[in-house]
C-alpha cells in the first residue's frame, strides 16, 4: 500500500530535528506560547508546529526563568542574613554567596603572643573540677591547672573527654580523672560530684563551669527548643554543679569559677537565649557571693576567642570581631585559661568575695 507524502514527513526526521512526537511530553507541561510573540499558539497537543529553532529560543526563555529563581534565593538569603547578624555582616555576605572567601586558618591573622607563667602553691594538689573540659576553653583551662600540679576531674558530655584527660596527664605529670554527663541532669551531677571528692576527705577546692551551647537565631523565629537547649544547659547546668559542690567548696575555703560571655554584659544581636543565660550566671555569682561569704566567687567574661570553632569562621568574620576590640585582635584559649587560675587563687583575692572579669581585649569599651 502507497504512503501518503504527509505521513512519510510526519514518522521521519528532517534535515536532523528528531520526531515532534519525541518532545511532546517535554512540552506537554508548559504554559502556552504567546501568540504575539511567536505567531501562533503551541501546547502539548500541537507539539508538532515547532521547529528546532523556536525549540531552542523555548528552552532559552525557561533557562532564563530559573537564573530569575536562584536570584530571588539569592536575594532572600541576604535579606535573612541582614535580620538574623549583627550590622555589617550583611556586607560580606553578597561577597561570600559569589566568591567565598578563605577561612581564618588560611590566612594569617593571628598575632603571637607571649605566654607569661605563673606559680601557685595553694593549687598544688588540690581538687579542681572543670565542666566542658573536652576542648576549646574548656580544655586549656584543665592546661593550665596541671601546670599548677592540681588534680583535675574533667567533665564533658563529648566521648573525647577521656582522650583529652589522657593527654593532660601524660603532658603535665598530675592527677587526671574524667567523666561523661550531661550537666542538665542533676542526679548525674550529684553522682559526679560524689565520686570525685571521695578521694579528698569530701573536700573541693574549685569548681569551674565552663559546659555551655549556643543556637542561634533571631528572637521572633527562636523556636522553645533551642531556647529551653541553651538555658538549660549554660544556666541551669551551672546551678545544678554549684549547688552539689557548695557544701565541699566551703569546707575547703574553695573558689567557684563560673564562665559567662561579654555577650551576657553588651547583648548580641541572634542571641537573645545565650545572652539571658550568661547575663544570668553574671547575677547568679553574684548571688552566690552573698549567700556564702566564705567562697571566693567568680564571673568570668570572654569575648571573642581563637578556638577551633571561631578557626572555621570567614576572615571577613574575623576582621568585623576583632575591630570591635581596643586590641584588634582575638583572644587565646589560654589567656581565658590564666584568668580563670588567677581568680581561683587565693593570691590577690582574700578580699575579694565576688568579682566579675571581663577577657574581651576591650570590647566593652566599645572598640
Not at 576583632?322 to 587560675?341: F, S
Request: glycine share 8%.
Amino acid at each position: 500500500m502507497a504512503t501518503s507524502h504527509r505521513a512519510t514527513r510526519n514518522r521521519t526526521s528532517r534535515k536532523g530535528i528528531h520526531p515532534p512526537q519525541a518532545y511532546s511530553s517535554f512540552l506537554e507541561t508548559y504554559v502556552t506560547v504567546d501568540q504575539k510573540l511567536w505567531g501562533f499558539r503551541a501546547t502539548g497537543a500541537k507539539s508538532t508546529q515547532l521547529n528546532h529553532r523556536k525549540r531552542v529560543a523555548w528552552a532559552r526563555i525557561r533557562l532564563r526563568r530559573f537564573e530569575q529563581r536562584l536570584t530571588c534565593i539569592a536575594i532572600s538569603v541576604n535579606l535573612y542574613a541582614f535580620v538574623t547578624l549583627p550590622p555589617g555582616f550583611w556586607k560580606w555576605s553578597v561577597r561570600r554567596l559569589f566568591s567565598p572567601s578563605k577561612n581564618h586558618s588560611e590566612s594569617n591573622m593571628t598575632t603571637e603572643i607571649p605566654m607569661p607563667t605563673a606559680v601557685f602553691p595553694d593549687l598544688e594538689g588540690k581538687l579542681v573540677l572543670i565542666t566542658g573540659a573536652a576542648r576549646g576553653i574548656g580544655r586549656a583551662i584543665a592546661e593550665e591547672f596541671a601546670k599548677q600540679k592540681s588534680h583535675l576531674m574533667l567533665v564533658d558530655l563529648d566521648p573525647s573527654i577521656e582522650q583529652t584527660a589522657s593527654e593532660v596527664a601524660s603532658t603535665y605529670e598530675t592527677k587526671t580523672d574524667f567523666r561523661i554527663a550531661n550537666v542538665t541532669d542533676s542526679a548525674q551531677v550529684k553522682e559526679v560530684i560524689d565520686q570525685a571528692v571521695q578521694p579528698y576527705g569530701k573536700q573541693m577546692y574549685v569548681l569551674v563551669n565552663n559546659a555551655g551551647i549556643t543556637r542561634d537565631g533571631a528572637a521572633m523565629r527562636m523556636s522553645d527548643e533551642n531556647w529551653d537547649a541553651v538555658i538549660s544547659t549554660n544556666l541551669t547546668g551551672t546551678h545544678n554543679f554549684c549547688k552539689a559542690s557548695i557544701r565541699f567548696l566551703r569546707k575547703a575555703n574553695g573558689a567557684i569559677v563560673n564562665i559567662s560571655s561579654i555577650s551576657g554584659q553588651i547583648g548580641n544581636i541572634g542571641q537573645t537565649n545565650y545572652c539571658a543565660a550568661k547575663g544570668g550566671v553574671i547575677a547568679y555569682t553574684k548571688a552566690l557571693a552573698i549567700e556564702y561569704p566564705g567562697l571566693r566567687c567568680t564571673a568570668i567574661c570572654p569575648g571573642f576567642i581563637n578556638t577551633d570553632m571561631t578557626a572555621r569562621l570567614p576572615s571577613d568574620v574575623w576582621k568585623y570581631a576583632t575591630a570591635k576590640t581596643k586590641l584588634r585582635r582575638a583572644g587565646e584559649a589560654w589567656e581565658i585559661a590564666q584568668a580563670v587560675v588567677r581568680s581561683a587563687t587565693a593570691y590577690g583575692n582574700t578580699y575579694a568575695p565576688c568579682a566579675v572579669v571581663t577577657v574581651a581585649g576591650g570590647m566593652e569599651l566599645g572598640g
